[in-house]
Nanobody, 125 residues
Framework: QVQVMESGGGSVQTGGTLRLACAHS????????VAWFRQAPGKQREAIAS????????YYADFVKDRVTISQDHAKNTVYLQMDSLRSEDTAKYYC??????????????????WGQGTQVTVSS
């Protein structure tokens, strides 16, 4: 199983940019995807983006795809999530997850079985 650990959270002003990092262990299954989710207080966890780490398949949730870029550095075994034009409603705990989801589940929690502890992102004016 692929283990993951997030970093890069913090406080940022409205309109700012933040890049989160998800370091992951080596994988053997080329179906492995790494995804970013977030959960704000009192709200359900929602998917943001997913990337196939054996290839180049990338998926974005409709509500963020114009402000978010997911990428990976194979040499560092790290997946990044860059978020631009941050808004107060982006305040949440952000989680990285790894799994082998089928296409229907790449942006659903059920598709992932290894989760990080999360990193807090707070956006304020």
């Amino acid at each position: 199983q692929v283990q993951v650990m997030e970093s890069g959270g913090g406080s940022v002003q409205t309109g700012g940019t933040l890049r989160l990092a998800c370091a992951h262990s080596q994988y053997t299954d080329r179906r492995t995807h790494v995804a970013w989710f977030r959960q704000a207080p009192g709200k359900q966890r929602e998917a943001i983006a997913s990337i196939g780490i054996g290839g180049t398949r990338i998926y974005y949730a409709d509500f963020v795809k114009d402000r978010v870029t997911i990428s990976q550095d194979h040499a560092k075994n790290t997946v990044y999530l860059q978020m631009d034009s941050l808004r107060s409603e982006d305040t949440a705990k952000y989680y990285c997850a790894a799994g082998t989801p089928t296409t229907n589940y790449v942006l659903m929690s059920i598709g992932y079985n290894n989760w990080g502890q999360g990193t807090q992102v707070t956006v304020s004016s």
